[in-house]
């Protein structure tokens, strides 16, 4: 220090010590006011890489040969010294103190990417990937497991890694989790996670599964056509959910609309507000299905049955699209969606859905159930057939697709001049990071045109692209969703046998029902009492939900491109949901068998 060279005289084993100090900051060692690559690249603050290297230049001689030496580059050797950042941040540790880190090691290292995403923060802890990073970074540092493998992490980081997975929290300030849940000996309120990586293929049984399977799933030729597909369906239970003859409330804004209508009560339903107000429920209707599926999904077991998952979480996601989209009409016309409030969303249980939608159907949240598959979730997106439309018209009144049909008549019936010109800045476009675009589109919407492709798009993923065709898109392989959840039910993929008739006698789906959490049905922040693991991990949920709602509002209210933070606290409500489907039930200190759930409410005051 203070000199480009020093002299050191070896002692009686020919050993001499240099000691090395870095007198510049770490932080400001790859500052740069412009990029030092090319002179049109933007500036450049810091580059994220830890340490700096140094090269110095060495040479053995005696006193009176020293000076020569460090002139002549030929006669001297050269040692490259390493030194490494320190640790700046304080406890507790967030994700954002650990995420450069990761980050740094994930682009060095891409091929990482197929184990586990280090960028993602529901990725690195996810059960068996905190596990096997917790382990490796944990190594004595010479174990040939230690990671990283190329030894060149300050030691100070790696301890607050190391301390951060012990309670790794999102943001500063968030909730604790329960070290007991990541813990190699959980308590008794706390399940272990079983390894189904290779889950039981056999026929599991349920009460369910004991009954004869539907017929549908049975049959081995289901036509292509309205009038013969009725024979194979339960359309007596369908019909019932569809009754509101003693449900006076059981109305909308547009409730019985058409436009050739003769009734002239029925045509001045349709005007701008009303069409605004039945966007808003149908924004509500869209968002109201998400908990539903999301709690069955969130209760299957990490590696059992990943095809019911796969199956459901398809269907989750262009959901999100759905909401997206009417959210997307609503504010073309000048209106901002109402989501961050009370009202909009669904208390669990219920029965209806929003709008005098299947006004008599019982919806209720629970662990994935091949019953509630059945009588729920096929419900809802159950095509408009003609075994229902034709004797019964003033059933079809209350399904989805007679729903959207009356935005869509009535908009038409209204024309372009609803639609506010520079609406579409303000709507959310596709596709988002983090998610695969193949599930579908979002359009933006400035005319008639563009807000019928937009709906077209949320009623044949549903239902399929006519009554009974299982495709949303028939230039794609992709079904609808009411036939994936069939898929299910049927425990077969569905198969076309010929030109006019399918069959579910395709693959097996297995279905394994110890690979599912016995989570309680219905849960809710009633009977979760303080102190509780319960209540812990339920309350870090519930503050991840109420943020993703804040963060939608924002989104639908002016910033489109906040949709990225939305995604990104989906991912985060996965990661907080399989934690407290993992922790049981505790009520007067009596643990019961069941686990505790997500709880979706919308206020939840201690």
């Known amino acids: 220090e203070g000199s480009d060279h020093a002299i ?5 084993t020919g050993l001499a010590s240099f000691t090395y100090t870095v007198a510049k900051p770490m932080s400001t060692l790859r500052n740069y006011s412009k990029s030092p690559c090319a002179e049109n690249q933007p500036q450049i603050t810091t580059i994220p890489i830890d340490g700096q290297s140094y090269q110095f230049n060495y040479a053995v001689c005696t006193t009176d040969e020293c000076p020569k030496y460090l002139e002549n580059d030929l006669d001297i050797a050269k040692i490259s010294i390493r030194a490494l950042s320190s640790n ?36 690195v802890v996810e059960y068996h990937n905190w596990k096997m990073i917790n382990y490796s970074m944990g190594l004595d540092f010479n174990d040939p497991n230690f990671m990283p493998v190329t030894r060149d992490i300050p030691p100070s980081k790696q301890k607050m890694i190391l301390k951060w997975l012990q309670n790794p929290i999102r943001k500063k300030g968030d909730l604790s989790f329960s070290s007991s849940d990541i813990d190699d000996n959980p308590s008794q309120e706390v399940l272990e996670v079983p390894l189904c990586d290779h889950p039981n293929t056999t026929t599991a049984q349920s009460n369910f599964e004991n009954q004869v399977l539907p017929l549908i ?80 999904l969130y209760s299957i077991i990490k590696g059992c049955n990943p095809e019911i998952y796969h199956l459901i979480r398809s269907v989750v996601m262009q959901e999100m699209l759905h909401m ?18 009370s009202s909009f969303v669904p ?46 018209p003033e059933l079809s009144n209350n399904t989805i697709g007679q729903f959207y049909n009356e935005i869509e008549e009535c908009i038409e019936t209204l024309g372009n ?18 998610l695969p675009n193949t599930i579908g589109n979002v359009h933006i919407v400035t005319n008639v045109s563009s807000s019928k492709a937009g709906i077209d798009e949320i009623v044949k993923q549903g239902e399929g692209s006519s009554p009974i065709d299982p495709h949303y898109d028939p230039k794609t392989d992709q079904l609808a969703h009411y036939y994936r959840f069939q898929e299910i039910v049927c425990r077969r993929k569905l198969i076309k046998v010929d030109d006019e008739h399918y069959a579910y006698h395709g693959a097996n789906i297995s279905y394994d029902p110890q690979g599912v959490w016995p989570m309680r049905k219905n849960p809710g922040k009633e009977g979760i009492f303080l102190g509780t693991n319960c209540y812990t991990e339920a309350k870090a949920f ?3 939900y109420r943020a993703l709602l804040r963060e939608l509002q924002v989104t639908f209210g002016g910033s489109p491109a906040n949709i990225i933070n939305t995604v990104e606290l989906m991912e985060s409500l996965l990661v907080h949901a399989k934690r407290v489907m993992r922790v049981k039930y505790k009520f007067n200190d009596k643990v019961d068998d069941d686990t505790c759930g997500p709880v979706w409410d919308y206020d939840w005051d201690d």
């Open 88 to 123: 700046t941040a304080t406890e507790p540790y967030s994700w954002d103190d650990v995420y450069p880190i990761f980050r740094q090691y994930y682009h060095l290292y891409p091929v990482m990417s197929r184990i586990v995403n280090l960028t993602n923060y529901s990725s």
């Open 542 to 544: 519930h503050k991840v």
């Open 217 to 296: 799933c049975q049959h081995d030729k289901i036509p292509f056509d309205t009038n013969q597909v009725c024979d194979f369906l339960d359309a007596n239970y369908y019909r019932a959910t569809l009754d509101s003859s003693d449900t006076p409330d059981c109305t909308r804004p547009l409730y019985g609309y058409t436009s050739n209508s003769q009734n002239p009560n029925i045509r001045k339903l349709c005007n701008i507000t009303n069409v605004q107000k039945q966007l808003q429920l149908a924004v509500e209707i869209e968002f109201a299905t998400v908990p539903l599926y999301l709690t069955s």
């Open 324 to 341: 997206v989209q009417a959210a997307n009409i609503l504010i073309a016309t000048g209106e901002t969606p109402i989501i961050d409030n």
């Open 417 to 434: 001049d609803i639609f506010k010109k520079g609406a579409e800045q303000l709507q959310v476009n596709w596709p988002w990071p983090l």
């Open 347 to 392: 208390q669990f249980p219920t029965v209806g859905l929003p709008g005098c939608v299947h006004p008599k159907l019982k919806v209720y949240l629970d662990k994935f159930d091949l019953k509630q598959v059945h009588d729920v979730f096929l419900t809802i997106e159950q095509p408009n057939i003609t075994c229902i439309a034709t004797p019964f």
């Open 8 to 12: 050191k005289t070896t002692n009686s």
